[in-house]
């Protein structure tokens, strides 16, 4: 996936969530939750711009590309159950995510950073698929190199990690299991999930 490399506090405060959440761009959004430029109409989006800024949270939260968010949507709508649900079901499921969530980085970026770099194992096989969708009973641990172990301890002692009921998390081994699948309640991202599905039926 081509990764967005623009500036992102622009793009949590065009969105007006916390999509992005380095520092800076936290401290942006505090600063100025409205949109970026110098004169912003206070106009109210149609609902195709509201579907539209939907869908680029989802893109932008998760580091999707179309064609990838596009697959996730047809991977779903093949199954029974309520479509915009599982696409974010799904999308919580990737490998990157549960790294961020857990707390091993402070970012997804930099959770897709160390994946691709081979920082992170999956049932003692080395993954460097962000996108790996995670199954009940993985085990995630980083690799067994001293300098990474240190790494990601430092980054663990200061990180911010979420409550999640369907993975549990050993700091002390730097190994995370999956319980389960996640439900409803586990989605982290606030968005309006019918409206994509809607602008993706189009």
């Not at 096989?125 to 172990?149: F, H």
């Not at 369907?166 to 699948?181: C, H, I, M, P, R």
Request: proline fraction near 5%.
């Amino acid at each position: 996936m081509a990764r967005y490399t623009g500036p992102k506090a622009r793009i949590n405060r065009r969105l007006g969530a916390l999509l992005y959440e380095t520092a800076g761009a936290a401290r942006a959004l505090d600063r100025r939750n409205t949109p970026p430029g110098m004169h912003v109409r206070g106009r109210r989006p149609s609902n195709y711009g509201m579907a539209l800024m939907e869908k680029q949270k989802i893109k932008h939260y998760y580091g999707l590309g179309e064609r990838q968010l596009r697959r996730y949507f047809d991977a779903v709508g093949r199954k029974s159950g309520n479509t915009g649900e599982l696409l974010l079901l799904m999308c919580e499921r990737r490998l990157d995510n549960v790294v961020r969530r857990v707390g091993f980085t402070k970012t997804r970026p930099q959770a897709r950073q160390g994946i691709t770099h081979g920082h992170f194992r999956v049932n003692g096989v080395k993954v460097t698929k962000p996108s790996y969708q995670l199954r009940p009973g993985d085990i995630i641990e980083v690799r067994g190199r001293e300098n990474l172990k240190n790494l990601y301890r430092g980054v663990i002692a200061n990180a911010s990690p979420d409550a999640l009921d369907w993975v549990t998390f050993d700091s002390e081994n730097l190994k995370a299991t999956v319980l389960g699948l996640p439900g409803p309640s586990d989605i982290s991202l606030p968005v309006d999930a019918n409206s994509v599905v809607e602008f993706l039926s189009r």
